[in-house]
């Protein structure tokens, strides 16, 4: 076992080395032109197509998904293994090379227009044709929990390509009928009893072209829809597992960056005291900062602080006051978009009308593993070990920076120490590859301090809710959503002429207006700001603070109603959404809603439908001596089909606790243009002795197979205040709520 975990790990940066070319054509993609297949032949490794390579050892599958803890490296090897028989034991997973082949066809369907919980299988066809655009864009991206959906076909067609293939060749060698193979632990099975392992047959079946193939019934399956032990596990638990910021290098050397926190540039820097400090070698000038480079990082980090530098001033305003003054701006102006207009909003209803004001701060990613990167520039080509969620940008966004082809970089993909969408943005890379540019032949570790990777993140946007709704009858008869933030997609810098404002973007109300209730007048509009704060991803996006304004505003619904909330909620879905329905059920039957609780207790609903789940969240909470505590949240959600539900449950639970950490206590302030938020001491995260106890469902109703990465996140928020609401009758409509109660964290 020890030496499979090495070869794993050594492994795990050898893909550069597995050059591109040939193979097989692999008959999976919409669009008809197949991207060329990346692998080539090496070292006994045969690659039957992008993702299958066969190999004297068992076989390798690759995987082209960042590996951050979600556990999506593990579940894709499922999907082709199911297909291509081979034992679990035998698998090695490896991220692969950047390369067009691996373009994320989910992520890009579901910018099709029209709500994601009401498709079927028409709307679900041309999600699948739209999606071989992001193929054109050279779009591999890890992001948007799309990675179980757009894995699901795509992987066990190339288990079972392969598989077929592998079996035409020993019929041939055999002089049997091809239907008269099985396989079985890697191996092709005559009727009568001869075998041939895959390894025989591997270099002759990738010149040929597959048969036509059929995908297997689920009721088949041997590794899908049970709990697998990950294929990281091993590596994870012996420390064996490599990130970027354990690459070692013979002759290698350690730096840092310190950039300008205001995102500009510099007057002048003074790095005399840095220089003299015992193991410093070099400070390197990178325009809109320094670099330093040192006999180990600590040093390197200690100088960095040392060196007397004059930033520039920013482009933004300088106080959290001023810059969200004026991004609340963009209330001033019609809306740029209104994705959701059903009924008449504008026309007076009876009933009881009440209006509240939502507001979420800006945040940080923090991911444990600060930004970092490893790199070599050699003869012209650079190698760069970067843990990057958007492979094909980082290379060719690193190539452009220090002047070389995209073909001379070699990037390797090792694992994520968590990404929260941090990662799809290459700065961390280029900083890298400009720093080993300056110091040609020689390996260079780069790793950010935590202070300078809360500094120079880029943060998710702060974001206001401006809600007004009617209740008649004990229902909800209409619902009027005005959102305003900065936008993702565009420039978010300050317009010259203050009418020229941004775009139209949906995922500005991603969790509000695409909620499955049925509201007879429901509207959604978005009003896009320019800030021109750096701007990013966020762990579930717009839904991370639309699923705390829409849910929290319908909790205050039911309310004014006189409704039980949760029964509220199931009444309006169960008119739209089945599963969305069912989740809210399971989530009551598991919690005890409705029966008798402790004194000084109290339970909250929250539900948000995003990324394609529907999930429910009930939070339990208890009034303490020394304040509050949160004790408990039972999640349910609806997947449509659950691979591994070991890992769902994983998942689920971590992104709920993700959230409410993100809700308790998570925000980012600035004076004088900079985070004032340094590290964990002032931007904490719920710790184990705080953190709730956790149960979950999985349910499989839904139409459609979806992630789980991001999707308990939403939902988090709303059921924390709406249980503090019950508790303390304070309706708290600003995060972080720790600013508002006394929570024991």
């Given at each position: 076992?020890?030496?499979?975990?090495?070869?794993?790990?050594?492994?795990?940066?050898?893909?550069?080395?597995?050059?591109?070319?040939?193979?097989?054509?692999?008959?999976?993609?919409?669009?008809?032109?197949?991207?060329?297949?990346?692998?080539?032949?090496?070292?006994?490794a045969?690659?039957?197509n992008?993702?299958?390579v066969?190999?004297?050892?068992?076989?390798?599958?690759i995987?082209?998904?960042?590996?951050?803890?979600?556990?999506?490296q593990?579940?894709?090897?499922?999907?082709?293994?199911?297909?291509?028989?081979v034992d679990?034991?035998?698998i090695?997973?490896l991220?692969?090379?950047?390369?067009?082949?691996?373009?994320?066809?989910?992520?890009?369907?579901?910018?099709?227009?029209?709500?994601?919980?009401k498709?079927?299988?028409?709307?679900a066809?041309i999600?699948?044709?739209?999606?071989?655009?992001?193929?054109l864009?050279?779009?591999?991206?890890?992001?948007?929990?799309?990675?179980?959906?757009?894995?699901?076909?795509?992987?066990?067609?190339?288990?079972a390509?392969?598989?077929?293939?592998?079996?035409?060749?020993?019929?041939?060698?055999?002089?049997?009928?091809f239907?008269?193979?099985?396989?079985?632990?890697?191996?092709?099975?005559?009727?009568?009893?001869?075998r041939?392992?895959?390894?025989?047959?591997?270099?002759?079946?990738?010149?040929?072209?597959?048969?036509?193939?059929e995908?297997?019934?689920?009721?088949?399956?041997?590794?899908?829809?049970?709990?697998?032990?990950?294929?990281?596990?091993?590596?994870?638990?012996?420390?064996?597992?490599?990130?970027?910021?354990?690459?070692?290098?013979?002759?290698?050397?350690?730096?840092?960056?310190?950039?300008?926190?205001?995102?500009?540039?510099?007057f002048?820097y003074?790095?005399?005291?840095?220089?003299?400090?015992?193991?410093v070698?070099k400070?390197?000038?990178?325009?809109?900062?320094?670099?330093?480079?040192?006999r180990?990082?600590?040093?390197?980090i200690?100088?960095?602080?040392?060196?007397?530098?004059?930033?520039?001033?920013?482009?933004?305003?300088?106080?959290?006051?001023?810059?969200?003054?004026?991004?609340?701006?963009?209330?001033d102006?019609?809306?740029?978009?209104t994705?959701?207009?059903?009924?008449?909003?504008?026309?007076?209803?009876?009933?009881?009308?009440?209006?509240?004001?939502?507001?979420?701060?800006w945040?940080?990613?923090?991911?444990?593993?600060?930004?970092?990167?490893?790199a070599?520039?050699?003869?012209?080509?650079?190698?760069?070990?970067?843990g990057?969620?958007?492979?094909?940008?980082a290379r060719?966004?690193?190539?452009?920076?220090?002047?070389?082809?995209?073909?001379?970089?070699?990037?390797?993909?090792?694992?994520?120490?968590?990404?929260?969408?941090?990662?799809?943005?290459?700065?961390?890379?280029?900083?890298?590859?400009r720093?080993?540019?300056?110091?040609?032949d020689?390996?260079?570790?780069?790793?950010w301090s935590?202070?300078?990777?809360m500094?120079?993140?880029?943060?998710?946007?702060?974001?206001?809710?401006?809600?007004?709704?009617?209740?008649?009858?004990?229902?909800?008869?209409l619902?009027?959503?005005?959102?305003?933030?900065?936008?993702?997609?565009g420039?978010?810098?300050?317009?010259?002429?203050?009418?020229?404002w941004?775009?139209?973007?949906?995922?500005?109300?991603?969790?509000?207006w695409?909620?499955?209730?049925?509201?007879p007048?429901?509207?959604?509009?978005?009003?896009?700001?320019?800030?021109?704060?750096?701007v990013g991803?966020?762990?579930?996006?717009?839904?991370?603070?639309?699923?705390?304004?829409?849910?929290t505003f319908?909790?205050?619904?039911?309310?004014?109603?006189?409704?039980?909330?949760?029964?509220?909620?199931?009444?309006m879905?169960?008119?739209?959404h089945?599963?969305?329905?069912?989740?809210?059920?399971?989530?009551?039957?598991?919690?005890?809603?409705?029966?008798?609780?402790?004194?000084?207790?109290?339970?909250?609903?929250?539900?948000?439908?995003?990324?394609?789940?529907?999930?429910a969240q009930?939070?339990?909470?208890s009034?303490?001596?020394?304040?509050?505590?949160?004790?408990?949240?039972?999640?349910?959600?609806d997947?449509?089909?659950?691979?591994?539900?070991?890992?769902?449950?994983?998942?689920?639970?971590?992104?709920?606790?993700?959230?409410?950490?993100?809700?308790v206590s998570?925000?980012?302030?600035?004076?004088?243009?900079?985070?004032?938020?340094?590290?964990?001491?002032?931007?904490?995260?719920?710790?184990?002795?705080?953190?709730?106890?956790?149960?979950?469902?999985?349910?499989?109703?839904a139409?459609?197979?979806?992630?789980v990465?991001?999707?308990?996140?939403?939902?988090?928020?709303?059921?924390?205040?709406?249980a503090?609401?019950?508790?303390?009758?304070?309706?708290?409509?600003?995060l972080?709520?720790?600013?508002?109660f006394?929570?024991l964290?």
């Amino acid at each position: 076992m020890a030496g499979r975990i090495r070869k794993i790990a050594r492994r795990s940066f050898l893909i550069g080395s597995v050059a591109v070319a040939g193979g097989v054509a692999f008959g999976v993609y919409k669009f008809r032109e197949t991207p060329p297949n990346p692998l080539a032949p090496t070292d006994g490794a045969i690659p039957l197509n992008p993702f299958v390579v066969i190999t004297r050892d068992g076989v390798t599958i690759i995987t082209p998904k960042a590996e951050m803890g979600q556990g999506v490296q593990s579940t894709w090897a499922a999907l082709a293994a199911e297909e291509l028989d081979v034992d679990w034991e035998d698998i090695t997973i490896l991220h692969g090379p950047p390369a067009q082949a691996y373009f994320n066809s989910a992520l890009f369907g579901e910018a099709v227009p029209g709500l994601a919980y009401k498709v079927g299988p028409t709307g679900a066809a041309i999600r699948d044709l739209a999606g071989g655009g992001a193929k054109l864009l050279n779009l591999q991206l890890t992001g948007g929990s799309t990675s179980t959906r757009d894995g699901y076909e795509k992987m066990r067609m190339a288990g079972a390509t392969a598989r077929e293939t592998l079996k035409l060749v020993a019929a041939r060698r055999l002089g049997v009928g091809f239907g008269e193979l099985s396989t079985a632990s890697g191996e092709v099975i005559a009727r009568d009893g001869r075998r041939i392992p895959y390894a025989d047959l591997a270099e002759e079946a990738a010149q040929i072209e597959p048969p036509e193939i059929e995908l297997r019934d689920p009721s088949q399956w041997r590794y899908l829809g049970r709990t697998m032990p990950r294929l990281d596990m091993i590596p994870k638990v012996t420390g064996t597992a490599r990130y970027a910021v354990d690459v070692r290098l013979p002759g290698m050397k350690f730096a840092t960056v310190r950039m300008n926190p205001r995102r500009t540039g510099m007057f002048s820097y003074d790095a005399s005291a840095a220089l003299a400090m015992e193991g410093v070698e070099k400070v390197i000038d990178l325009g809109g900062g320094i670099a330093v480079v040192a006999r180990n990082t600590w040093i390197a980090i200690q100088a960095a602080e040392a060196v007397d530098i004059v930033w520039e001033g920013p482009v933004y305003p300088e106080t959290t006051e001023a810059l969200n003054a004026l991004a609340l701006t963009a209330f001033d102006r019609s809306a740029n978009s209104t994705p959701r207009d059903e009924g008449d909003v504008d026309k007076p209803q009876d009933g009881i009308e009440i209006a509240a004001e939502y507001e979420a701060p800006w945040l940080a990613h923090t991911t444990m593993e600060p930004m970092s990167s490893a790199a070599l520039f050699s003869d012209g080509k650079l190698t760069l070990w970067s843990g990057t969620q958007a492979p094909i940008l980082a290379r060719d966004r690193t190539a452009e920076a220090i002047g070389i082809a995209p073909e001379d970089v070699e990037l390797i993909v090792p694992y994520l120490g968590g990404g929260y969408g941090r990662r799809s943005v290459a700065d961390f890379s280029i900083l890298a590859a400009r720093v080993a540019a300056a110091m040609p032949d020689v390996p260079v570790s780069v790793t950010w301090s935590r202070e300078e990777d809360m500094r120079n993140d880029f943060y998710r946007p702060a974001a206001w809710g401006r809600f007004r709704g009617v209740v008649l009858d004990g229902q909800a008869v209409l619902l009027d959503g005005k959102i305003a933030s900065t936008s993702l997609i565009g420039d978010s810098s300050p317009p010259a002429d203050p009418d020229d404002w941004q775009m139209g973007d949906r995922e500005l109300v991603a969790g509000a207006w695409d909620q499955p209730y049925g509201i007879p007048n429901y509207r959604v509009s978005g009003y896009t700001a320019r800030t021109g704060m750096a701007v990013g991803y966020w762990r579930s996006v717009g839904a991370s603070y639309n699923g705390f304004f829409f849910d929290t505003f319908i909790d205050e619904l039911a309310f004014a109603a006189q409704r039980d909330p949760l029964q509220f909620r199931l009444e309006m879905a169960r008119r739209e959404h089945e599963p969305s329905a069912a989740a809210i059920e399971a989530v009551a039957e598991m919690s005890g809603w409705g029966k008798a609780l402790p004194e000084r207790t109290a339970l909250g609903i929250g539900f948000t439908y995003s990324f394609g789940a529907a999930v429910a969240q009930v939070v339990q909470v208890s009034q303490r001596d020394r304040g509050i505590s949160i004790d408990k949240v039972w999640i349910a959600a609806d997947v449509g089909r659950a691979l591994d539900p070991g890992n769902l449950e994983a998942q689920l639970s971590g992104g709920a606790i993700f959230g409410l950490s993100a809700a308790v206590s998570g925000k980012i302030t600035f004076r004088d243009g900079i985070a004032e938020q340094q590290n964990f001491w002032d931007n904490d995260a719920l710790r184990m002795q705080s953190a709730p106890a956790t149960e979950v469902r999985v349910l499989e109703t839904a139409y459609r197979i979806s992630g789980v990465g991001e999707v308990a996140v939403p939902p988090a928020a709303p059921a924390l205040g709406n249980a503090l609401f019950r508790l303390t009758g304070q309706r708290a409509r600003r995060l972080p709520f720790g600013d508002t109660f006394n929570l024991l964290v």
